[in-house]
C-alpha cells in the first residue's frame, strides 16, 4: 500500500533527518513507529500523509509516486488516510457529533446521508452517550476518542495515529490501543508512532525504531 525506497529527508539547509529509508505498510497491517525523542517519528508521519516530500529517494502511496501527484489530486488520496494528532485537535465550538460529521459536511454531504452512521461510529468508540457535547467538558481520553471517530468517519484503509494515548491514563490508553486494535482487524492498517514502552509490550505487532534518522524493523 505505501512504499518507501532510500527515502531520505532534510528540512531546508539543516542535516538529513531521515536517511535510507526502505520500507513497506503492507495493507490490513498494524505497527509501532518508535524511537527517541527527535528521532524524526512524527516527520516519518508526515511523508506518510503526503505533507511533506523527501528531498531523495521514492514514496508510493496507494500506487502512486507522491512526487508526481498534482495539488488537486492530493486530497483525494488523502481521504484513504485518517490522521489522529496527540493534541486532538477539535473544534471547541462544534459538539462531538458535529466534529466527526465535519470533514464530510466540509465536502458537502448531505447530513440524512451520513448522520446514522457518525452516530454509530460514536457508540463503537465508546461516546453514544456524549454526542451533543463540546469538546471542552470531555476529558482527555474522550476527546481522543472523538478524534478518532473522526479520522474513520471516511473508512480510510490507513490511520495514522501520532501518540494517541500521550494524554490519557494508562487505562484509557489500553482501551483506545484495544479500538486500534479492533479496527485492524476490521481490515484497517495502522501505524501508531509512541514513546510508550508499556503500551507496545502489550500488543505483539511490527515495530519500527527510529535512531539517528535510521529505521530498523524488529
Ligand atoms: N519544520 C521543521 N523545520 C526544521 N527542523 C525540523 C522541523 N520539524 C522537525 N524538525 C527537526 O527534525 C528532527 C525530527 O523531528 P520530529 O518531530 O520528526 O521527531 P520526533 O521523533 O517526532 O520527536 P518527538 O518524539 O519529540 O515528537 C528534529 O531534530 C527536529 O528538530
Redesign the pocket.
Known amino acids: 500500500m505505501i512504499h518507501f525506497e532510500n527515502v531520505g529527508l532534510r528540512?531546508?539547509m539543516?542535516p538529513e533527518?531521515l536517511r535510507d529509508l526502505t520500507f513497506d505498510i503492507p495493507k490490513e497491517s498494524f505497527q509501532f513507529l518508535t524511537?527517541?525523542?527527535?528521532?524524526?517519528?512524527?516527520?516519518?508521519?508526515?511523508l506518510l500523509f503526503m505533507s511533506l516530500q523527501p528531498t531523495r529517494g521514492l514514496v508510493r502511496t496507494f500506487g502512486r509516486d507522491i512526487s508526481t501527484i498534482g495539488r488537486e489530486e492530493l486530497p483525494l488520496l488523502r481521504r484513504r488516510i485518517g490522521i489522529v494528532f496527540q493534541d486532538f485537535r477539535l473544534l471547541d465550538h462544534l459538539t462531538t457529533y458535529e466534529n466527526v460529521a465535519l470533514p464530510l459536511r466540509v465536502r458537502g454531504k448531505d447530513e440524512t446521508s451520513y448522520r446514522s452512521d457518525v452516530i454509530e461510529l460514536l457508540k463503537w468508540v465508546g461516546l453514544g452517550e456524549r454526542v451533543n457535547v463540546l469538546p471542552p467538558v470531555l476529558s482527555g481520553g474522550e476527546k481522543q476518542r472523538v478524534a478518532i471517530a473522526r479520522a474513520l468517519i471516511d473508512r480510510p484503509e490507513l490511520l495514522l495515529a501520532?501518540?494517541p494515548t500521550g494524554n490519557v491514563d494508562p487505562p484509557m490508553a489500553r482501551r483506545i490501543l484495544s479500538l486500534l486494535v479492533q479496527l485492524n482487524k476490521l481490515g484497517t492498517a495502522v501505524v501508531i508512532?509512541t514513546?510508550d514502552l508499556t503500551l507496545m509490550d502489550r500488543f505483539e505487532a511490527r515495530r519500527m525504531i527510529?535512531a539517528d534518522g535510521r529505521l530498523e524493523i524488529i
Open positions: 528540512y531546508g539543516g533527518v524511537g527517541p525523542s527527535g528521532a524524526g517519528k512524527t516527520t516519518l508521519m508526515r501520532d501518540e508512532a514513546h527510529l
